[in-house]
């Protein structure tokens, strides 16, 4: 990977990065011993300009970020550095820099949950509840996501909250399924969501339809 250290007199922005829940923690600078000790250690090291010299994030704290990823920019001169942080990010002992906190975003694990899904599908490994499903094949898919849906209804019309997400959660993860049988991914659906969600699609769909 070439890196312009050229254009701030050796150095480059380093963008810090949750690896998991995608959340900015800090902006820190590298030169080229900076950047070549992070790859060596694991461990995310800047430069400091106040200090003049090499700091590891962590080295007094304990809260390193351990390296997972170096991404350069299209021109070479900014670094995306995705990292596991271990502990707070800001010396000011907030996750970030900025004051947020790093949560992932629960939404964010259904492509998680998909992608395994989608894994089994092309591993088939035996045991596996998923393989089962696959096996079976669509129509049995088909029919087991209306079966949760059933349960889910049950359960929102005379259930409790909990037993309702368990039962929502079940016929969410067989509808997955079924789209992974179809080669479709729930970013799919959730694309076409958004596109609803646009004030001009129902003015759009009544065209369409008026032309058929």
Known sequence: MEIDFHKMNGLVPAIVQDAVTKNVLMLGFMNQEAYEKTLETRKVTFWSRSRNCLWTKGETSGNFLRLVSIQNDCDNDTL???????????????DTCWGEENRLNPMEFLSELQDFIDKRRKDMPEGSYTTSLFKKGVNKIAQKVGEEAVETIIEATNGSNEKLIYEASDMLYHLIVLLADKGLRIEDVARELAKRHNPDWDKARREAKSKE
């Open 80 to 94: 995306l550095v995705k990292a596991h942080p271990c502990g707070p990010t800001c010396h000011k002992g907030t």
